[in-house]
């Protein structure tokens, strides 16, 4: 898809870290706020699609939850692994794969969310199903970005 390679082949990972980076999510009151409706507990393995910098991992790693982030862009876990500390290594995976196919068993996470992403996904209905089969429990997507209308009129423009 195109814009899958578009994330894989291009300076994406670069692009979109730097934007990302000076908004950590402990000043993002939305991003907090998402963490908390997930409501993970202590020895939940929680899975995110689309990890890009790794925005969630101390919020979730130092709470003990076994947190594996999936991209399909591999660059983007070099910055993913800045924010992971000494301290939460051991709670800390990543997986370079589509989300269209995820490689977990079904029912074999506790949870799973994604937050700004679903925009660059083509197949955001196979996406959604994949998260589904894998999680035991709770599957949570922001669609904030998507609804945004210039975004939105992009995708309008896309299908017709």
């Given at each position: 898809m195109k814009t899958e390679r578009h994330c894989i082949e291009s300076s994406y990972a670069e692009l979109w870290t730097t934007?990302?980076?000076?908004?950590?999510?402990?000043?993002?009151?939305l991003a907090t706020e998402f963490i908390g409706l997930l409501?993970?507990?202590?020895g939940d393995v929680v899975v995110e699609i689309g990890t890009g910098e790794g925005r969630f991992i101390s919020l979730l790693s130092k709470r003990q939850i076994c947190y594996v982030g999936v991209d399909v862009c591999r660059r983007m876990f070099k910055y993913a692994k800045d924010n992971v500390m000494r301290s939460n290594k051991d709670y800390v995976h990543f997986v370079v794969s589509e989300a269209k196919s995820l490689p977990f068993k079904s029912k074999s996470v506790d949870k799973c969310f994604s937050y700004a992403t679903m925009f660059f996904i083509p197949n955001k209905k196979q996406v959604i199903y994949e998260m589904v089969r894998i999680s035991k429990h709770k599957v949570l997507i922001e669609l904030r970005n998507i609804l945004c209308p210039r975004i939105f009129s992009n995708l309008v423009k896309r299908r017709i």
């Open positions: 934007g990302i980076r000076k908004h950590p999510p402990s000043h993002d009151k409501a993970p507990k202590s």
